[in-house]
């Protein structure tokens, strides 16, 4: 089993910049592909981005492209989600999952656990 713990979310002015961080626990993620998705109110949730077990091969949604950026750390376990320029259209919840395989997935059924999720609010 793999907890996964978000934290970082919080209330920002547009333009601003935030950075969530995702740790794992219960086992090593270092073999998993792992990525980033949000839902707004009263919408569905949706990708924004995913990295693979290497940190070589990064996809993005077209809503956030140029502007986020996802990393890891294997050695601390975690995942990051840079987030520059932000818009109020980004408000949302903000989930880290984790996917049994070494590839970044962009589909959220293929992902096989999932964080609590952390607030981010972004002001006009």
């Known amino acids: 089993q793999v907890q996964l713990v978000e934290s970082g979310g919080g209330l920002v002015q547009a333009g601003g910049s935030l950075r969530l961080s995702c740790a794992a626990s219960?086992?090593?993620?270092?073999?998993?592909?792992m990525g980033w998705f949000r839902q707004a109110p009263g919408k569905e949730r949706e990708f924004v981005a995913a990295?693979?077990?290497?940190?070589?091969?990064?996809y993005y949604a077209d809503s956030v492209k140029g502007r986020f950026t996802i990393s890891r750390d294997n050695a601390k376990n975690t995942v990051y989600l840079q987030m520059n320029s932000l818009k109020p259209d980004d408000t949302a919840v903000y989930y880290c999952a984790a996917a049994n395989t070494f590839a970044a997935v962009t589909t959220e059924r293929r992902y096989d656990y999932w964080g609590q999720g952390t607030q981010v609010t972004v002001s006009s």
């Open positions: 990295i693979d077990w290497t940190g070589g091969s990064l």
């Open positions: 219960g086992r090593t993620i270092s073999t998993y592909g």
